[in-house]
C-alpha cells in the first residue's frame, strides 16, 4: 500500500480521498531480481496478462482499457487480465487507474516507488501476472489494440514469440520524420552490429508491443535497462518459435514520447550487458587472443614489406593483413572454434569456413573505418573512436563468426 495517510481511490471518480483504512487497491510492487515464476499460485488462472507501462499518460489510459476491454471481453472471455505499471507518474496516472478497478474488474494496478524505467515496469508487471501468455503494450494509443487478435492467434498457433512489427507487410510508421525513422532504424543496425544473433531474428526488435509465452521466460534472470523489453526477451529467453505481425505505429493522442538521448544510451548499455552475459567466455577470450597475435603479426609483415624490402605503401598494407586474416583463421578454425571444425572435417569445408570468415573479417574491417570516421565527425577524440571500433568490431567479428563462419 504506499498512498500517503492511509487515503482510498473513490472507484467511480478516480479522486483520491485521505482518512480511513485503504482497500488494498494496488498490487505490491515485487523486490529483488527480474525473474518470472515458472508455476503459477493461483487455481484457475487467466490464461492472457497484458502489461501496461505508464509514466504520465492519465488522458490516455481511459481510451485505451476501454478498447482493450471490449477487444478482449469478446475474444478472450474471462480469460485475460490487464495489468497497469505506473512509475509514481507525476500527472497521477496511479489514481487514474485505480479509480477504474472499479469498472474492470479484469484490472490490476501496481504503482512502483522504489525503480523507474519502461523495460522494468513490464517485468515487474509479469512477475505478479497470472497469465500463461504474458504481453505488452503502450498507452498511449500508438500500439493499436486490434493488433492483438493476431498476437493472440500466433501463440494459439504454439509459437513462443509474436511481434507487433513495423517493418513487414501491413506494417509502418505514421507521420515519422526523417529523424525519427532514421534513429530508429539506425539503432536497429547498432544492435546487429553488436548482437547478430539475436536481432537478426525479427524484422523489429526495437518494438514493444509484442505477447511471449511465460514458460520461454520463466526463471531466468532478466536484467533490461532502458526501453526496448523485446531484445531482453530475444537475447535470454527460450524462444524457438516467433511469429510476426504487420502493425502501423499510430500517432500519439495526448502527453509525449519519454525517449531521451538517455534512453539512447542505455540502449547501448543494454546491447553490451546483454552480449557479455550470451558471449562465450572462454571461447571469446581465445578469440581475442587470435586476434591480439594477429595485429603482432600484420605490423611484424608490414615492417618486413615497407620497412626492410621498401615495398608500396598500399601493396604492404593489403598484404601484411590478408597474411594476418590467415594467420588468424589457422588459429581460430584449431584452437577457438577447434571443437566445431574437426565436426566440419574435408578441405572444401575448411576452404568454405575461410571463405566466410574472410568476407566478415573484411565487413568488419570497412565498419572499423566507418565508426572511426563517424565517431571523429562527431568530435570524439580519434584514439576513442579508434578503440570503440576495435571492440565494436571484434564483438562483430566473434559473434557473425561463431553464428555464421564456424555455425556454432
Ligand atoms: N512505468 C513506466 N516507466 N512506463 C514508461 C516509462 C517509465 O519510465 N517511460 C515510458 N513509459 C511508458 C509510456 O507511458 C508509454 O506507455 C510507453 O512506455 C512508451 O513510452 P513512449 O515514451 O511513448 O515511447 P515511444 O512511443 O517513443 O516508443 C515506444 O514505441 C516504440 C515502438 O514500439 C516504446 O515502446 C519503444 O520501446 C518502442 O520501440
Ligand atoms: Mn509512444
Given at each position: 500500500?504506499?498512498?500517503?495517510?492511509?487515503?482510498?481511490?473513490?472507484?467511480?471518480?478516480?479522486?483520491?480521498?485521505?482518512?480511513?483504512?485503504?482497500?488494498?487497491?494496488?498490487?505490491?510492487?515485487?523486490?529483488?531480481?527480474?525473474?518470472?515464476?515458472?508455476?503459477?499460485?493461483?487455481?484457475?488462472?487467466?490464461?492472457?496478462?497484458?502489461?501496461?507501462?505508464?509514466?504520465?499518460?492519465?488522458?490516455?489510459l481511459p481510451p485505451l482499457l476501454d478498447r482493450l476491454t471490449q477487444?478482449?471481453?469478446?475474444?478472450?472471455?474471462?480469460?485475460?487480465?490487464?495489468?497497469?505499471?505506473?512509475?509514481?507518474?507525476?500527472?497521477?496516472?496511479?489514481?487514474?487507474?485505480?479509480?477504474?478497478?472499479?469498472?474492470?474488474?479484469?484490472?490490476?494496478?501496481?504503482?512502483?516507488?522504489?525503480?523507474?524505467g519502461l523495460s522494468t515496469a513490464i517485468v515487474r508487471g509479469w512477475?505478479?501476472?497470472?497469465?500463461?501468455?504474458?504481453?505488452?503494450?503502450?498507452?498511449?494509443?500508438?500500439?493499436?489494440?486490434?493488433?492483438?487478435?493476431?498476437?493472440?492467434?500466433?501463440?494459439?498457433?504454439?509459437?513462443?514469440?509474436?511481434?507487433?512489427?513495423?517493418?513487414?507487410?501491413?506494417?509502418?510508421?505514421?507521420?515519422?520524420?526523417?529523424?525519427?525513422?532514421?534513429?530508429?532504424?539506425?539503432?536497429?543496425?547498432?544492435?546487429?552490429?553488436?548482437?547478430?544473433?539475436?536481432?537478426?531474428?525479427?524484422?523489429?526488435?526495437?518494438?514493444?508491443?509484442?505477447?511471449?509465452?511465460?514458460?520461454?521466460?520463466?526463471?531466468?534472470?532478466?536484467?533490461?535497462?532502458?526501453?526496448?523489453?523485446?531484445?531482453?526477451?530475444?537475447?535470454?529467453g527460450k524462444i524457438d518459435r516467433i511469429a510476426e505481425v504487420g502493425?502501423?505505429?499510430?500517432?500519439?493522442?495526448?502527453?509525449?514520447?519519454?525517449?531521451?538521448?538517455?534512453?539512447?544510451?542505455?540502449?547501448?548499455?543494454?546491447?553490451?550487458?546483454?552480449?557479455?552475459?550470451?558471449?562465450?567466455?572462454?571461447?571469446?577470450?581465445?578469440?581475442?587472443?587470435?586476434?591480439?597475435?594477429?595485429?603482432?603479426?600484420?605490423?611484424?609483415?608490414?615492417?618486413?614489406?615497407?620497412?626492410?624490402?621498401?615495398?608500396?605503401?598500399?601493396?604492404?598494407?593489403?598484404?601484411?593483413?590478408?597474411?594476418?586474416?590467415?594467420?588468424?583463421?589457422?588459429?581460430?578454425?584449431?584452437?577457438?572454434?577447434?571443437?566445431?571444425?574437426?565436426?566440419?572435417?574435408?578441405?572444401?569445408?575448411?576452404?568454405?569456413?575461410?571463405?566466410?570468415?574472410?568476407?566478415?573479417?573484411?565487413?568488419?574491417?570497412?565498419?572499423?573505418?566507418?565508426?572511426?570516421?563517424?565517431?571523429?565527425?562527431?568530435?570524439?577524440?580519434?584514439?576513442?573512436?579508434?578503440?570503440?571500433?576495435?571492440?565494436?568490431?571484434?564483438?562483430?567479428?566473434?559473434?557473425?563468426?561463431?553464428?555464421?563462419?564456424?555455425?556454432?
Open positions: 500500500m504506499y498512498l500517503p495517510f492511509f487515503s482510498t481511490i473513490e472507484p467511480s471518480s478516480g479522486s483520491v480521498s485521505r482518512g480511513s483504512q485503504p482497500p488494498s487497491v494496488f498490487v505490491e510492487e515485487p523486490r529483488g531480481a527480474l525473474r518470472i515464476p515458472g508455476h503459477l499460485k493461483t487455481d484457475r488462472p487467466p490464461l492472457f496478462s497484458l502489461v501496461v507501462p505508464t509514466y504520465n499518460e492519465r488522458e490516455n477487444l478482449l471481453d469478446r475474444s478472450l472471455p474471462g480469460e485475460y487480465e490487464l495489468i497497469v505499471v505506473d512509475d509514481s507518474s507525476p500527472d497521477r496516472t496511479w489514481e487514474v487507474a485505480g479509480g477504474l478497478m472499479g469498472q474492470y474488474p479484469q484490472l490490476r494496478v501496481m504503482r512502483r516507488q522504489r525503480e523507474r512477475q505478479v501476472a497470472r497469465g500463461e501468455w504474458l504481453g505488452a503494450i503502450d498507452a498511449d494509443l500508438q500500439h493499436p489494440p486490434q493488433t492483438l487478435l493476431q498476437l493472440l492467434a500466433e501463440l494459439e498457433n504454439g509459437v513462443d514469440f509474436a511481434l507487433a512489427s513495423r517493418h513487414v507487410r501491413n506494417g509502418g510508421v505514421s507521420e515519422w520524420s526523417f529523424s525519427r525513422r532514421f534513429l530508429s532504424r539506425g539503432a536497429q543496425l547498432l544492435g546487429l552490429l553488436i548482437l547478430p544473433e539475436v536481432l537478426c531474428r525479427v524484422s523489429d526488435p526495437m518494438s514493444g508491443y509484442f505477447i511471449v509465452r511465460r514458460e520461454a521466460i520463466a526463471d531466468r534472470r532478466l536484467d533490461p535497462v532502458g526501453y526496448k523489453i523485446a531484445v531482453e526477451v530475444l537475447g535470454r502493425y502501423v505505429f499510430q500517432e500519439r493522442q495526448e502527453g509525449a514520447s519519454k525517449v531521451t538521448l538517455r534512453q539512447s544510451i542505455e540502449y547501448l548499455q543494454h546491447l553490451l550487458r546483454l552480449r557479455w552475459h550470451r558471449i562465450p567466455r572462454r571461447r571469446f577470450l581465445q578469440f581475442a587472443i587470435v586476434g591480439s597475435s594477429g595485429v603482432v603479426v600484420d605490423l611484424g609483415v608490414f615492417h618486413l614489406l615497407r620497412g626492410e624490402w621498401g615495398w608500396h605503401l598500399a601493396a604492404s598494407a593489403i598484404l601484411s593483413t590478408e597474411v594476418a586474416i590467415l594467420n588468424n583463421f589457422i588459429w581460430n578454425d584449431r584452437w577457438t572454434f577447434g571443437d566445431i571444425a574437426r565436426k566440419q572435417r574435408g578441405w572444401r569445408n575448411r576452404v568454405d569456413r575461410f571463405v566466410r570468415f574472410h568476407l566478415i573479417c573484411g565487413l568488419g574491417l570497412a565498419m572499423n573505418v566507418a565508426i572511426v570516421l563517424g565517431c571523429s565527425n562527431l568530435g570524439i577524440n580519434e584514439y576513442l573512436s579508434k578503440l570503440m571500433a576495435i571492440v565494436l568490431v571484434t564483438l562483430w567479428n566473434f559473434g557473425m563468426n561463431a553464428k555464421f563462419g564456424w555455425r556454432v
